[in-house]
């Protein structure tokens, strides 16, 4: 089984490629191919493979191309993970919408928007040529804003594209351990759009162990989004989001917090990987232990900023493994071999929540097999949930047709639209400055 993965010369690649190690049974992937634009990350993230594989019999074997048709043709499996304008981008992204007083956050606010409307036309791209050329292929997109991103490439490609992100599942996880449950055997309330979800319900054996939680003060204090949100806040919803809600339950700290750090989060991750990827052209390198420290420390300072705000302290130790990889490898798996199984997914509504029309990509969860992810009904969302979620859609749409029309108008509508910058004149500013710095961004007039 072949498997392309779209920004193969990506960090984050070399847990993939573990995690498919660990894959001994029937119906494995076989053959890895890396894209990426870069050959010289290319180069780096093949010789960290390497090293992985290097007493593993039957690894799969990796080959690695800068040309996109070649890496399509005949995939089974495609994993998007494509980064618009590298990690430079990103931090253009904080550093404009910084400097007007609102938030970059890659996903979240204006520089969610930015990067959207950067990735848009490339996302599409990359799902008419897998339409071409791999039809049967199932394209797992971990591109940000996922939701807003898997959407865009649905219009191209149905129910095969699907969307995944790791926050869920980790605060999931986090939730079913502190109630002293297995994760694997607890059923997750989630409902949301990526990056703005709530848990609303932990069932074990039948029984909903939220409300427990909720009542008790010191336990709902004791794990991440306790410390995050704190007590109080969590009581009052009667729910634990997702931390990305934290740039909008707290955004003036958040946004304080991040224009008095010494780097944004983007340039951190610039310097740090650019730091990695010189130490890969010495022939002599280490590349395994290299990538494994350099991700140690991505893991540990990640939402720095705002768990300062909170005084939520330092990661535990138990959320510092990161996840996404198997969360993608659980739904290959169940599509490929049937593997029946439950996973919180971006895919399209259906009838899933009645506020939104059937194609608008929602993360909630999803019953997978060899026909792909079928979402599970939820009960409604209260209404101040439902606000948001709303609110957030109807900007990713206005995203979506200022990628598809070129329309600079339409752009800064998606701009103003947003509950984190709500202001025209700010927003007519931001089309400005990120016209300005994204060569990415030239076709909109």
């Known amino acids: 089984m072949k498997l392309t993965i779209l920004g193969g010369g990506g960090f984050r690649v070399p847990l993939v490629y573990g995690a498919l190690l660990g894959d001994r049974a029937e119906g494995r992937v076989t053959h890895v191919v890396l894209h990426d634009l870069d050959a010289e990350r290319l180069s780096a993230v093949t010789r960290v493979l390497a090293e992985q594989a290097a007493d593993i019999p039957d690894a799969p074997e990796v080959t690695a191309t800068t040309d996109l048709d070649e890496a399509l043709t005949g995939a089974d499996f495609v994993f998007s993970a494509i980064r618009v304008g590298g990690l430079e981008g990103r931090a253009h992204d904080e550093q404009v919408a910084l400097a007007e007083g609102v938030l970059g956050q890659e996903t979240v606010g204006a520089g969610g928007i930015a990067y959207g409307l950067r990735t848009v036309p490339v996302a599409v791209d990359i799902a008419r040529r897998v339409a071409r050329l791999a039809p049967d292929a199932w394209v797992i997109n971990f591109t940000n804003p996922a939701g807003l991103v898997t959407e865009a490439m649905s219009r191209h490609l149905g129910d095969r594209v699907i969307g995944i992100c790791d926050s869920p599942v980790g605060l999931g ?7 002293g449950a297995d994760p694997r055997e607890a059923w997750i309330d989630y ?3 990526n990056h703005l979800g709530w848990v609303r319900g932990l069932r ?11 009542a008790d003060r010191d336990l709902l204090g004791s794990f991440e989004e306790g410390k995050l949100f704190g007590v109080d806040w969590l009581q009052s919803l009667g729910a634990v989001p997702n ?14 917090a991040y224009q008095a750090a010494e780097k944004t989060r983007g340039a951190f991750l610039k310097d740090q990987q650019a730091h990695f990827y010189e130490e890969m052209r010495r022939p002599d390198a280490h590349a395994l232990k290299a990538w494994d420290r350099t991700r ?4 540990a300072t990640y939402m720095a900023e705002n768990r300062e705000t909170a005084g939520a302290g330092e990661r535990d130790a138990d959320d510092l493994s990161g996840g996404y990889e198997k969360v993608a490898l659980a739904l290959m798996r169940a599509i490929a071999r049937d593997e029946r199984t439950t996973l919180i997914l971006n895919v399209r509504n259906r009838a899933t929540l009645s506020v939104l029309d059937t194609e608008a990509v929602i993360e909630v969860p999803c019953l997978v097999d060899a026909n792909g992810a079928h979402p599970v009904a939820v ?13 957030v859609k109807a900007v990713e749409r206005e995203v979506l047709a200022a990628a598809e029309s070129g329309s600079r108008a339409t752009a800064v ?17 931001l089309v400005e400055g990120y016209t300005a710095v994204h060569p990415g961004l030239e076709y909109l007039k």
């Not at 009960?379 to 609110?391: I, Q, S």
């Open 296 to 299: 140690a420390e991505r893991e």
């Open 191 to 193: 409902v949301g759009l």
């Open 173 to 179: 996880r986090r939730i079913a351990r502190v109630l």
């Open 379 to 391: 009960a409604p969302l209260p209404d101040h949930a439902t606000g948001l979620v709303c609110a």
């Open 243 to 256: 931390e990305y809600l934290h740039y909008y339950y707290f955004n003036r700290e958040a946004v304080r």
């Open 204 to 214: 074990v054996a039948g029984r909903d162990e939220l409300p427990r939680l909720l």
């Open 413 to 429: 509508k998606a701009f103003a639209l947003h509950p984190l910058v709500d202001s025209v004149n700010v927003a007519r500013r």
